[in-house]
């Protein structure tokens, strides 16, 4: 854990640089969906930490797992207490690049399509991720989104087979972030 | 009506009323009324913040998951989309301001709004944890102003 933290703050460190373009965001928004025979599950959180160094494409997000709102509160205890452990694991990071960020003019109002590989870490396991997203320029904004799926076993999170019905193996993930150019 | 009949009848009776009671007051139990619930610690939002500086791990295990009364100078008060989030700026970071962010409950949303900054504040809310900028509490209260 303490080796991702330092990760992270080299990662967030090295996106500021002298001519460095940065957008950052403290409120940006990210959903699970499992969708299993029994019930459709979703979480909410609105508290995601997300910076952008528009000039290596640099990007990284953090996200603390208590933020997560679940409809029922026996499903967020659960999903605290007995899936992602968020006392021991408070907090899922996102480390990596948007490669193709060259494509994306600050200056052309428009949506592009963006390429997105990293590393992603929850509930003490890191995995390559490569996803792919969009970017909308906007009034000076990118407005970011992604949809992809995670199979929660590949992050060492064990659904009990008596609730095998109520969740998914694979939850899909939607994150939507507007990030602003930082004055810093 | 013969004995055993009687017998399952009221099995079935019972049996119905424990799945109607754990359907409503376990499976689909209401969250906690954090406007409601009292405070398990109170402290200044300086010792809140230097806490988690000082010691994340430490902090962490003593404070995510609580229901904390903050009391504190507020900086500033920040709408987003339908939060409100009354901020407590300690530090200037690799993210701007850093400090603590108390998101509040949707009730709560009109009277944070009109909160003046450099003003003492006492909020309440759920301490979801620090993420190396801020220190996060959820569905928080004004408790006086």
Not at chain 1, 61 to 88: C, I
Not at chain 1, 125 to 139: D, L, M, P, W, Y
Not at chain 2, 44 to 60: G, I, P, R, V
């Amino acid at each position: 854990m303490r080796i991702t933290i330092i990760f992270f703050i080299i990662a967030l460190l090295s996106t500021i640089s002298a001519d460095a373009q940065k957008f950052i965001t403290k409120t940006g928004y990210i959903k699970f969906y499992s969708d299993a025979p029994l019930e459709k599950i979703e979480a909410h959180n609105r508290q995601v930490n997300s910076a952008l160094d528009f000039t290596t494409g640099g990007f990284v997000f953090k996200v603390l797992m208590k933020s997560f709102e679940f409809e029922k509160a026996l499903m967020q205890e659960h999903f605290n207490e007995n899936y992602v452990d968020s006392d021991k694991f408070p907090s899922a990071t996102f480390v990596g690049t948007v490669t193709n960020i060259k494509d994306v003019n600050l200056s052309q109002d428009g949506i592009y399509d963006i390429n997105v590989d990293g590393k992603l870490t929850m509930h003490g396991v890191t995995r390559e991720i490569h996803e792919k997203g969009t970017f909308e320029v906007k009034q000076e904004k990118l407005l970011g989104k992604a949809k992809f799926n995670l199979v929660v076993a590949d992050y060492k999170i064990t659904i009990p087979g008596n609730v095998g019905n109520n969740i998914s193996n694979t939850v899909e993930v939607t994150v939507e972030i507007t990030l602003e150019k930082a004055n810093l | 009506m013969k004995t055993w009949i009687k017998i399952v009848l009221g099995i079935v009776v019972i049996g119905i009323i424990a799945i109607f009671l754990i359907y409503k007051f376990v499976y689909n139990k209401e969250h906690p009324d954090y406007e409601n619930i009292e405070a398990s610690i109170s402290l200044t939002t300086t010792e809140l913040y230097q806490a988690f500086k000082s010691n994340k791990d430490d902090a962490s295990a003593r404070y995510n998951g609580q229901v904390i009364a903050l009391t504190g100078n507020l900086s500033k008060i920040e709408a987003v989309d339908s939060l409100v989030i009354a901020v407590f700026v300690f530090e200037q970071g690799i993210f701007g301001d850093e400090g603590i962010r108390c998101t509040m409950l949707q009730k709560f949303n009109d009277v944070a709004g009109k909160l003046q900054p450099d003003g003492e504040v006492k909020v309440k809310g759920y301490c979801a944890g620090y993420n190396d900028t801020d220190v996060i509490l959820e569905k928080c209260s004004i408790i006086n102003q």
